[in-house]
């Protein structure tokens, strides 16, 4: 409707073209030298305004004693060899490093010897050191053991004694670090407790939710178990099985362990080993 100021319309549409979208297309358009459709330039926009969003913390979520980290997000399948880690898609997670219990422990902490004070701090941070990854899970996101040390001022060979601990003392509760996500690493725990579940019957879905691993993760650990299973029924020893999958020595030895627990008549692996080396020996 036009009048005497003239349309009206065109007047208050002009005030959402000061904002920081329109500025950012006007940037690309002048300064980028960015040639092109203006809907590529305002698509292209919108997808750094909400890359920004995600990138910059949420007031509403922010309280004493969270912290803001960004951290891989979760991913269904294993990364290819030589990704890198820029390659990998990250999202930003509200991790409570610090609770009310936490601050109680300190106030109320009972006096003691040096040894007894020794033992609850190590408490507090396997504590804190789950629930960190499992809060973390919970919002996407898939914690390294690095990223353990810096958000917990530890050393990596500290954090891996804790994790090793913890997974001790709480052999049902599975910690979904990224390295088992990921299925990085050499660590069997993760591989021996699934295929556990596998061979009692659990379903796979089942399996999946109960141990933090994508249905795919379960899927291969199982294809990967059922042939190491099926050459070792053959006779095959622990490097002829290596030799014909492509597995590791020490990652046979892991499906072997498991299939022997439950298939005592398979050849043992170790029976195998064994005579390989008294071979050996009487050829020298």
Known sequence: MK??????????????????????VRLLETEYKLIGSHRVLEMLSDE???LFEEYHPKRDRIEAGVICWVTTKKSVRKPGYGKRTEDYESIMVYLPLITGSDLDQRVFV????????????RERDLATMARLIKSAWEQGGMLSQAELCVLMN?????????????????????????GYILDQGSRPTHKGIILNLYEQGIDPTDIAARTNHSLHAVDRYIKA???????????????????????SLKLVDAYASVAKHFHPKLVPVTVKLSEEKKASKKSH
């Open 48 to 50: 750094i305004v909400q």
């Open 154 to 178: 530890r050393s990596l060979t500290t954090m891996r004694r804790y994790v090793a601990e913890y997974e001790a003392q709480h052999p049902d509760d599975l910690l979904p670090l990224k």
């Open 110 to 121: 009972k006096a003691g010897t040096k040894n007894s004070n020794y033992r609850i701090n």
């Open 3 to 24: 009048g005497y100021y003239g349309d009206r319309r065109d007047r208050f549409a002009s005030l959402e073209k000061r904002g920081f979208r329109a500025a950012l």
């Open 225 to 247: 178990y059922e042939q190491v299973k099926g050459l070792l029924r053959k006779g095959l020893d622990r490097h002829e099985v290596s030799k014909v999958t492509g597995y």
